[in-house]
């Protein structure tokens, strides 16, 4: 039986803080994931232990310091679109929306629905979109 080399530890510890990272997205291990990724290059290139350690620790605070405050930069900048664009808009019926229930749809998108002047609003009706309080949205006649 054949002992892992150096390079191969390496990767697989770079691809279990990358798998680390998935759920928990801090973008640290990423970052420490990506120096195992070097550090394996550097030990397949035959350099010793502690060549290995000091490239490893160097990329690690290089990422930690420039990398990560842009990947964190990257992920706030890429917010999720807000309800308010919805409001106003019409929207079609696709399960009958009364006062307590219903369903509506909008670009593409199935939300519930609630009549906001106890309206009963059919299958295939248009409806505006006045408010919406959580995932439910209040709608009225266009």
Same mark, same amino acid.
């Given at each position: 039986m054949e002992i892992l080399n150096l390079w191969q530890i390496w990767v697989i510890a770079g691809v279990i803080l990358c798998? %680390?990272?998935?759920? #928990?997205?801090?973008?640290?291990?990423?970052? !420490?994931? $990506?120096?195992?990724?070097?550090?394996?290059?550097?030990?397949?290139?035959?350099?010793?232990?502690? *060549?290995? %350690?000091?490239?490893?620790?160097?990329?690690?605070? !290089?990422?930690?310091? *420039?990398?990560?405050? $842009? $990947?964190?930069?990257?992920?706030?900048?890429?917010?999720?679109? #807000?309800?308010e664009m919805y409001i106003g808009k019409t929207a079609k019926v696709i399960e009958k929306v009364t006062k307590d229930n219903g369903k509506i749809a909008i670009f593409g998108e199935e939300w519930q629905a609630k009549s906001i002047n106890d309206e009963v609003f059919e299958v295939g009706n248009n409806v505006k979109i006045v408010k919406n309080e959580s995932i439910v949205m209040f709608v009225e006649k266009p």
């Open positions: 798998i %680390v990272e998935i759920f #928990t997205p801090a973008m640290f291990f990423l970052n !420490i994931g $990506l120096a195992c990724f070097i550090a394996s290059i550097i030990a397949a290139l035959g350099f010793a232990g502690i *060549w290995q %350690v000091i490239i490893f620790g160097l990329f690690s605070a !290089i990422f930690l310091i *420039w990398l990560r405050p $842009l $990947l964190l930069k990257q992920k706030q900048s890429e917010k999720p679109e #807000t309800i």
